[in-house]
Each structure stands twice: as structure tokens, then as C-alpha cells.
Nanobody, 118 residues
Framework: QVQLMESGGGLVQPGGSLRLSCVAS????????MGWYRQAPGKQRELLAGFPSGGSTNYADSVKGRFTLSRDVTKNTVYLQMNSLKPEDTAVYYCNARRLFPKSVDYWGQGTQVTVSS
């Protein structure tokens, strides 16, 4: 069973930075897409950033220019560097890994809370 373990969330002041980490229980090359989502209270889960294998990274307009997705394949880890954080970035952040074949399957981490407040 695939496991994704997020870490790095916490409380930060507006304008601050955090780096989230997601460690997968197997090689991230085994997934067709990996990325990060977030869900704020009363809102739908939102895709923030994702990189398909062999493709370029995509970012939501709400985080473009502030958030950066990266990975370390030797550590089976995906990172989300978040800069210039705003109160509206407050949410639970989830790591996602997706396999497309033989059928589409999504794997999720348990989530990590990010709170942006002064």
C-alpha cells in the first residue's frame, strides 16, 4: 500500500515562508503525476501544483510566482516551497500521487495544517 507522509506545516506570519515535504513509501518514478492540493474550511480541495512525469510543472494562478514544487528522487520526496504567504493560504495541505495505468488511482497523505496569521 502506498503511503505519503507530509510534514512542514505550522503557523507563520503573513509574508513568511514554509517548506512542505512529502515522502513516498516507494519511488516517485512509479507515479504518473505528483503534486500538492489544499483545502480550506468550507471550500473544495484545490490543486496547487503538480508535475506529470516527463512534463513541466503546472501551478494554480493563486500560487503562481510564490510557490515552487521540487523533488528529490533519491529520497522519494516532493517539496512545496511557499513564499510570501497570505492569510488566505491558510488550509490543510495534502500531497497527492496518481497512477494512470491500468486505471487511475489517487493516493493521499494525511494532510498538514498551514496557518498564516499575525
Amino acid at each position: 500500500q502506498v503511503q505519503l507522509m507530509e510534514s512542514g506545516g505550522g503557523l507563520v506570519q503573513p509574508g513568511g515562508s514554509l517548506r512542505l515535504s512529502c515522502v513516498a513509501s516507494e519511488s516517485i518514478f512509479n507515479f504518473n503525476v505528483m503534486g500538492w492540493y489544499r483545502q480550506a474550511p468550507g471550500k473544495q480541495r484545490e490543486l496547487l501544483a503538480g508535475f506529470p512525469s516527463g512534463g513541466s510543472t503546472n501551478y494554480a494562478d493563486s500560487v503562481k510566482g510564490r510557490f515552487t514544487l521540487s523533488r528529490d528522487v533519491t529520497k522519494n520526496t516532493v517539496y512545496l516551497q511557499m513564499n510570501s504567504l497570505k492569510p488566505e493560504d491558510t488550509a490543510v495541505y495534502y500531497c497527492n500521487a496518481r497512477r494512470l495505468f491500468p486505471k487511475s488511482v489517487d493516493y493521499w497523505g494525511q494532510g498538514t495544517q498551514v496557518t498564516v496569521s499575525s
